[in-house]
């Protein structure tokens, strides 16, 4: 996305917030195809068979939004941040109604290593990787936040540096420090 772009998507949020009706319908088209970018990135890394798709994933997301108008938009970061965070709640749910038939067993062990970072495989990791989220939300919301935005939005160091407003080699310290913490609270 150019300057340009960026700026016209931080005054559109601005109009919006305002109470401009019609600028969520300008907006859309300017992050419509990032949206679906990073919903195919992380659509990517989902177990085989899932029939939720990056678009509908986008779609949901658009119907949320819309019922977030009163939402104070900062900027294009700050957008892309609640997009993930939206993302990342409808896969949860959507594993959970999935899973909701198998309720009642017994409990799993499951391992949290680079390769669950990079693909969970099952939507029991995909729920125990949001439990230990949510302990470590409590904990260290920044460290937290940095997971959900780089795991569940596909932000980069930059652009996650960006959405949370410190330096890339903080993202960093605390995207490893989360993941090492996520896979000892997993396990």
Known sequence: MSPADSASVTRLLRAWSGGDGDALGR????VYEELRRRARHYMARERPGITLQPTALVNEVYLRLVDAADVRWQDRAHFFAIAAQMMRRILVDAA??????????CGHKITFDERFVAA????RELLALDDALETLSRKDPRKAKVVELRFFGGLSLRETAEAL????????RDWNFAKAWLAHEIQ
Do not use: I
Not at 165 to 172: F, L
């Open 120 to 123: 969970p495989a099952t939507d």
């Open 165 to 172: 407003k410190v330096s890339e080699d903080t993202v960093g």
């Open 96 to 105: 959970r109604a999935r899973g909701s038939d198998k309720r009642g067993g």
């Open 27 to 30: 907006l859309v088209p300017l």
